[in-house]
Structures are given as C-alpha cells and as structure tokens.
C-alpha cells in the first residue's frame, strides 16, 4: 500500500524535473540564439565601420581585425592574427599597449604615422572572451593632413601676397605724391626739362599701379569665373609684333636680347587675340625678370594631331632657372613671395597663374623646363580653329 502511495509522488516529481529541464533547454537555446545573434551584429558593426579595429591581447598579440584595418594598413587577417601589432603598424616603439593595460584607462586620441601613412588612433581596455584585450581604432588622416597643410600653406600665401601688394603699391604711390609735391612747391620747375622728366615719372608710376590694379582684378575676375573668351579671326604675325613693341622695354631694362623667330606669312587664326597677347606678356615679362644681360627668345610654330592644329609659342630665357621643386609650384598664386629664386625680384607672383587659367580656357595647356642656373623654357600650345569653327 505504502509503495503505490508513493509512486504518484514519485512520477509527479519526474514530470516536475522533464519540464523544469525543457524550460532550462528552452532558456539555453535562447541565450544560444541571442549570443549567436549579438555576435552576428558585433562582426556585422566591425565589417562595416568605417575604421580600422584591432583588438590586441595582453601579450601584444593581435586576435581580431576588421576589413577596414586591412585595407588601411595593407594587410591580411589571416596573416596577421597571432602577430605582434608593431610589425604591422611598422612603428613598435610609438606603440605603448602594456601601460595602457595597467592603467586600465582609455588612451588619449593621437596621431602616429606608420608606413607611411598617417593614422587617427584611440585604444580603450575592454573584456573579449573572458579576457582582458585592448582595443585600438585607427583612421586614415592621411589625404585629410595633405588637405590641411594645404589650406595653411595657402592662408602663409595669401598674407605674404597682401605683404607684397601693399610694398608694390607703396613704391609708385611715394613716386606720385614725392614729384607733386616738389612741383607744386618749387615755381622755378615750371616749363623745365626736368619738370618734364618728374611728369614722366609721375606718369610711368601710374601705370605701373594701373597695371597692378589689372593684375589683382584679373585673377579676380578668374578665380570667380567671371572671363569670358572672345572669339574672332587675327594674323598671328601681327599679334607677334604688337606683342614684341611691348615688350621691348622690359627686355631693356635688363639689358636682354630679344629674339622673335616667326615665320613671315605664318597666317592666322581664331581665338581671343588680347587673352593670349596677355598670356604670352605675362611669360614674357617673367623671362625677362628674371633674366640679366642674357637672352630671351619666342619662336613660333605649330604641330598637327589628327584634324587638329596647334599654334606653339615657345619662351626661352637664359636666365636664373628653377630647382625641381619650384618648377611643380610656378603656377600656384601668391607663391612668388616665398620663392628663394624670386626673393628680391619685383612683382605680385600671379602672373603664371594668370596665364595658365587663361590657356586652360582655351583649351590648351602651358609646359615648362628649368634648370637652375640654366634658364627656364615655357611651351604654350592653344588650338587653332579656323573661321569654319569658331
């Protein structure tokens, strides 16, 4: 009696413990599912992230890595799981992981470069795995430091330009008012040779500020898209020797020898005839800067490409010539100030770049090729359409 008394209680206990075992396995099959599931979304995050993630055990050793740290450092996981960090960034010794352990405390953000490439880089402790791991994240700065060296470089421009305009203007400026003032004061001047000779100054000072004005407005004008090119038909031989009058007395001022080499009859072509005298003048008047007692030559020529003709005019001086490095910036506005060449040497430094954006206008392009100490060639090609095209 005492053993069937017994059995349902025992048989209820059994049941009580399946069921109790089914919610346990139940719970572990969710727990199971949801670790699967954060984990998913951990390496989901950590593939898609737009940074590099590496995550480094006590040991320095590297136990995980994402798709972006290897596109950044140039590397692959498989390889470089189990490794030491250090061989990887190429920087072991700006890599300091063990204090940082220690402290238990995040790394502030710095800045490392490690082959070559300029990193972003922030690390913070944290448990992987039941272990205690650092994790390091680390960005590409690299085209965006390009980008702010750039910026400062072109502010130092910018202010060693308005250094310079406002010395140029000056020296004119002081020309006008010094002869005003010794004519307006002294009576016995009048209707002399040397009153005369001042008017002239006072003149030649004017245009050099007119020209200056012009100068500034130009590559105003160009930089805020404002040129507009005109098109029309003109004699090439014609544009050379207009352009030659011009010229003629800077060549002087240095006592340079000018040399034109055009070809009588060369013929003409369409375009906007005062934007490329303007260009040529500009290349021109630096060769002849830049030159003493030397000589400076323009030939004229063209080539063929297909059914397109290119009109040539090439300036060679003989004069001071660039270093590589300063061939690479004779474009860029404002530089002249900063150049060690063209310290000392009179002008605003923007003349090349005006001449530069007014032939890419124009669909050509402008080559150059210094030596130091051996002068300098400039090659302006610009396309010649005829009438038919323009």
């Given at each position: 009696?005492?053993?069937?008394?017994?059995?349902?209680?025992?048989?209820?206990?059994?049941?009580?413990?399946?069921?109790?075992?089914?919610?346990?396995?139940?719970?572990?099959?969710?727990?199971?599912?949801?670790?699967?599931?954060?984990?998913?979304?951990?390496?989901?995050?950590?593939?898609?992230?737009?940074?590099?993630?590496?995550?480094?055990?006590?040991?320095?050793?590297?136990?995980?890595?994402?798709?972006?740290?290897?596109?950044?450092?140039?590397?692959?996981?498989?390889?470089?799981?189990?490794?030491?960090?250090?061989?990887?960034?190429?920087?072991?010794?700006?890599?300091?992981?063990?204090?940082?352990?220690?402290?238990?405390?995040?790394?502030?953000?710095?800045?490392?470069?490690?082959?070559?490439?300029?990193?972003?880089?922030?690390?913070?402790?944290?448990?992987?795995?039941?272990?205690?791991?650092?994790?390091?994240?680390?960005?590409?700065?690299?085209?965006?430091?390009?980008?702010?060296?750039?910026?400062?470089?072109a502010s130092r421009a910018k202010d060693d330009f308005l250094s310079k305009i406002s010395h140029e203007l000056r020296t004119p400026l002081n020309a006008i008012i010094g002869f005003s003032d010794i004519l307006r004061s002294d009576r016995q001047l009048l209707n002399s040779d040397e009153m005369l000779e001042m008017l002239e100054m006072i003149s030649d000072s004017g245009m050099e500020l007119l020209d200056i004005i012009n100068t500034v407005l130009d590559l105003s004008r160009i930089k805020s898209q404002a040129v507009k090119l005109l098109e029309g038909e003109f004699d090439i031989n014609q544009l050379v020797d207009n352009l030659t009058r011009k010229v003629r007395p800077l060549m002087?001022?240095?006592?340079?020898?000018?040399?034109?080499?055009?070809?009588?009859?060369?013929?003409?072509?369409?375009?906007?005839?005062?934007?490329?005298?303007?260009?040529?003048?500009?290349?021109?008047?630096?060769?002849?800067?830049?030159?003493?007692?030397?000589?400076?030559?323009?030939?004229?020529?063209?080539?063929?490409?297909?059914?397109?003709?290119?009109?040539?005019?090439?300036?060679?001086?003989?004069?001071?010539?660039?270093?590589?490095?300063?061939?690479?910036?004779?474009?860029?506005?404002?530089?002249?100030?900063?150049?060690?060449?063209?310290?000392?040497?009179?002008?605003?430094?923007?003349?090349?770049?005006?001449?530069?954006?007014?032939?890419?206008?124009?669909?050509?392009?402008?080559?150059?090729?210094?030596?130091?100490?051996?002068?300098?060639?400039?090659?302006?090609?610009?396309?010649?359409?005829?009438?038919?095209?323009?």
């Open positions: 009696m005492l053993a069937n008394e017994k059995q349902p209680d025992l048989e209820s206990r059994i049941q009580y413990l399946e069921e109790k075992n089914r919610g346990l396995v139940e719970r572990v099959r969710l727990l199971s599912v949801n670790n699967r599931e954060q984990s998913s979304l951990i390496n989901t995050l950590m593939e898609n992230v737009p940074f590099g993630v590496m995550i480094i055990d006590a040991n320095q050793k590297i136990i995980q890595i994402n798709k972006s740290a290897e596109t950044v450092l140039g590397i692959n996981r498989v390889t470089a799981i189990g490794h030491g960090c250090g061989e990887f960034f190429g920087c072991h010794e700006q890599y300091e992981a063990c204090p940082v352990f220690d402290r238990g405390e995040p790394v502030l953000v710095d800045e490392i470069t490690c082959n070559d490439i300029k990193l972003m880089r922030s690390a913070v402790v944290a448990s992987y795995r039941d272990e205690k791991v650092l994790i390091v994240t680390f960005i590409d700065i690299t085209e965006i430091d390009r980008a702010r060296e750039a910026i400062i470089a002087e001022k240095n006592s340079n020898t000018f040399i034109t080499n055009c070809p009588e009859g060369f013929g003409s072509m369409n375009g906007d005839s005062p934007h490329l005298s303007q260009v040529l003048f500009n290349i021109l008047g630096n060769a002849a800067k830049f030159t003493q007692n030397g000589t400076v030559t323009l030939d004229v020529g063209s080539q063929e490409d297909g059914n397109l003709r290119w009109i040539v005019f090439s300036v060679k001086d003989s004069g001071i010539g660039m270093e590589p490095g300063e061939v690479s910036r004779v474009f860029n506005g404002f530089e002249q100030a900063d150049n060690s060449s063209s310290r000392g040497y009179a002008g605003l430094g923007v003349g090349l770049t005006i001449a530069l954006q007014l032939v890419d206008m124009m669909g050509g392009g402008i080559d150059v090729e210094s030596r130091k100490g051996e002068g300098s060639l400039f090659t302006v090609r610009v396309p010649a359409r005829s009438p038919a095209d323009a």
